[in-house]
């Protein structure tokens, strides 16, 4: 059961069953955003400062995704890590994805044009890893239907056949227990189970990664940054910093309390918490049991949660719930009262 610390940060979240679209942010966040608003409104910011936020962020995150800090970059969108592993791999190398997976993981292997993509289901994307494929490029957890990967199966399969790994947590992180360590490179968007401000993101790198390029290498890529604003040659972090962008520095001050809190929690307590609420629902809807915070529904009554004041998603044709932190067994009864009548 969560504590109540947790639940008092939220003041929305009841009938909000739409964290996969857009996390809510706790008050330690919001308080920290806009501090750093007043700051920069009285002329009182001084980017230097922000570095250790953005730092705190960092930790906290590797945390969560259960990797070492120094080998976390700063990244915000799932589509420019996927760029980067897609143009850092020689032409012609083979990249099998799931047909339904998000775009953001997709076309950017599509949109290089060097690389032969192979699509095949999801539920047929482990038995397809053979020594023939050079990357695995998939989501963790499917963003339309919240279907889980066997990431135990993935990390097996590719290491056996020698296969290279590209992995979007976005949906996952914050919830799922990941042992994102065991992949080439993991990306995530920080703004829906994370709870953090759009266009806040991570990239987390293996240590023994070497073919991955840092394209977009600029002055906070740098070993030190603001000795290096200027000029040649190019002095690169190491680890996961290399591959930092410039940040957004508002928005990284309140992820580093989002993440920060979620850390505190324990991603094991949060995902009890959230997958036995959508197992419940599931229950009571008739359908099995699963191991996902996200339910997946066909029904005509999309539209009468949202009457009743209720925020769901509706992707690949069904009405798709999540649950997380700031829910309770109340919003299960109340929805479940409205899709069954």
């Not at 059961?1 to 739409?18: D, H, I, R, W």
């Not at 097996?156 to 360590?181: E, I, K, M, P, Y």
């Not at 002055?219 to 000795?227: F, G, K, N, T």
């Amino acid at each position: 059961m969560l504590s109540a610390e947790v639940s008092s940060q939220f003041a929305s979240g009841p009938k909000y069953l739409n964290t996969a679209s857009v996390g809510l942010p706790p008050k330690r966040a919001l308080d920290a955003l806009h501090q750093s608003l007043r700051d920069w409104e009285a002329g009182d910011c001084e980017p230097p400062a922000y570095d250790a936020e953005v730092d705190r962020a960092r930790t906290a995150f590797a945390h969560v995704a259960g990797v070492l800090p120094s080998t976390v970059g700063i990244i915000g969108q799932v589509s420019v890590a996927a760029g980067l592993v897609a143009s850092s791999l020689d032409a012609g190398s083979r990249v099998l994805c799931a047909e339904e997976d998000f775009t953001s993981v997709t076309f950017p292997m599509l949109a290089d044009g060097r690389l032969d993509v192979r699509f095949v289901p999801l539920e047929r994307l482990l038995d397809s890893i053979d020594r023939d494929i050079d990357l695995v490029a998939v989501s963790a957890v499917q963003s339309a239907d919240g279907r889980v990967l066997d990431l135990d199966a993935l990390a097996s399969a590719c290491d056996h056949n020698n296969v290279r790994t590209f992995l979007d947590v976005t949906q996952a992180a914050g919830w799922l227990s990941l042992g994102a360590d065991r992949f080439d490179v993991v990306s995530c968007g920080a703004y829906k189970w994370l709870c953090s401000p759009r266009g806040t993101g991570y990239l987390a790198v293996r240590p023994d990664v070497d073919w991955l390029i840092p394209r977009h290498a600029g002055w906070y890529s740098a070993e030190d940054r603001w000795s290096s604003l200027y000029g040649p040659p190019m002095r690169l972090a190491e680890g996961g910093r290399r591959f930092d962008a410039s940040p957004a520095w508002f928005d990284y001050v309140a992820s580093a309390h989002s993440l920060e809190l979620l850390a505190e929690t324990g991603v094991q307590q949060i995902g009890e918490h959230s997958v036995g609420l959508a197992n419940e629902m599931c229950v009571r809807l008739g359908m099995d049991p699963s191991n996902s915070a996200v339910v997946s529904v066909e029904t005509n009554k999309g539209d009468l949660l949202v009457a009743e004041g209720f925020r769901v998603a509706t992707r690949a044709g069904k009405v798709r719930m999540s649950f997380y932190v700031y829910n309770t067994m109340a919003d299960v009864e109340a929805a479940h009262e409205i899709l069954a009548n």
